[in-house]
C-alpha cells in the first residue's frame, strides 16, 4: 500500500512501513527541503551555468526542460476540485502528502501501481489528508465500486516508496486488507478496471503487467499489496476489456473530465 492506515481494524500481510517519496514531502511547498531540487531559481539557473562550463549542457537542457513551466504565467490552469477520470469524487490529500508537477510534460508516465488500503476507505481518506503521514495515492477504490480522486495525475504522488516510480506512475489503492479475498468484489475489480484502462489510454500505455504493476514489485519496497488474493488473470482481462469498449464510438468522447 502507499500508505500506513492507523485502523484499528488493520491485521497482518502489508509491512506497515510508510510508504513515502525517499524522504521527502510536500506538495506546493516544502519548508523542509526534501524536494528542493525541484524549485526554478538560483539553483536551476547554476544547474545550467555549471553544466555548459563542463560541456555537459544536455543535461541542464533536460533539468531546465522540467522546470520550465514553474515560471510566472507558464503554469497549467487548474479548477479546484476538477478530476481526471468521470465520475470520480475530488477529495483532497494534504499538498505534504504530493508534489505539484507538470506531467507528463515533466515526468512522462508509463505505469499504473496497484494498492491495498489494510483499513477502510475512510481511515484512508483520513490519513491521505494528515500532512504527517508523508504519503498518498491518486484514486481510492472502494468495495462497492465508487472511486475518489485525491491528487491530481499532473502531480507526483507519495506512494510508491521509491521516487523514480513515483515520478513515472498513477496510484490507485483498493479499499481491503491483502488477506481477505472477499474484499476484492466484483464492483471493485470492474470499477478499478475501468480507471487504470483510461489511464492506459491517456498515456499510451500497453496493457500488460510490465506496465500495470503491484506495489509488492516496486523495487526497494517492504511492501507486500496488492497481496496473493488479487486476481491479476481476471484483472488485466477486465482492464483490456474496458479499454476495447471506451475505445468503440458508443464509448463517447474519452478527453479529461472535470
Known amino acids: 500500500m502507499g500508505e500506513t ?3 484499528p481494524d488493520r491485521h497482518g500481510g502489508d509491512s506497515g512501513v510508510r510508504g513515502g517519496d525517499s524522504g521527502t514531502r510536500g506538495g506546493g ?4 527541503g526534501g524536494d528542493s531540487d525541484r524549485r526554478v531559481g538560483r539553483r536551476a539557473l547554476l544547474i545550467g551555468g555549471a553544466a555548459a562550463a563542463v560541456g555537459t549542457a544536455v543535461l541542464a537542457r533536460d533539468e531546465l526542460g522540467r522546470l520550465w ?8 490552469p487548474r479548477k479546484e476540485g476538477e478530476v481526471d477520470f468521470r465520475g470520480a469524487r475530488w477529495v483532497a490529500a494534504s ?4 508534489r505539484r508537477a507538470d506531467r507528463p510534460d515533466d515526468f512522462g508516465i508509463d505505469r499504473v501501481i496497484i494498492h491495498v488500503t489494510q483499513g477502510s476507505y475512510h481511515s484512508a481518506v483520513k490519513v ?8 498518498a ?3 481510492i477504490v472502494r468495495q462497492d465500486g465508487r472511486i475518489t480522486q485525491m491528487i491530481r495525475e499532473l502531480d507526483v504522488a507519495f506512494h ?3 521516487r523514480d516510480f513515483n515520478e513515472r506512475s498513477v496510484g490507485i489503492e483498493h479499499e481491503g486488507f491483502v488477506d481477505r479475498p472477499e474484499d476484492f468484489t466484483d464492483a471493485m475489480y470492474e470499477a478499478s478496471a475501468r480507471l487504470t484502462a483510461r489511464i492506459c489510454a491517456r498515456y499510451d500505455l500497453p496493457v500488460d503487467r510490465k506496465h500495470i504493476i503491484g506495489h509488492v514489485e516496486v523495487p526497494g519496497t ?6 496473493p488474493h488479487w486476481d491479476w488473470d481476471r484483472y488485466i482481462p477486465l482492464v483490456r476489456e474496458a479499454a476495447r469498449k471506451a475505445a468503440t464510438p458508443s464509448a463517447g468522447p474519452s478527453a479529461r473530465s472535470a
Open 69 to 76: 513551466w514553474r515560471l510566472p504565467s507558464v503554469e497549467k
Open 95 to 98: 499538498s505534504a502528502n504530493w
Open 160 to 162: 510508491a516508496g521509491n
Open 222 to 227: 517492504d511492501h507486500t499489496d496488492p497481496g
Open 137 to 139: 495515492t491518486h484514486y
Open 5 to 7: 492506515t492507523n485502523d
Open 29 to 32: 511547498s516544502d519548508p523542509g
Open 128 to 135: 491521505f489528508q494528515d500532512p504527517g503521514h508523508g504519503a
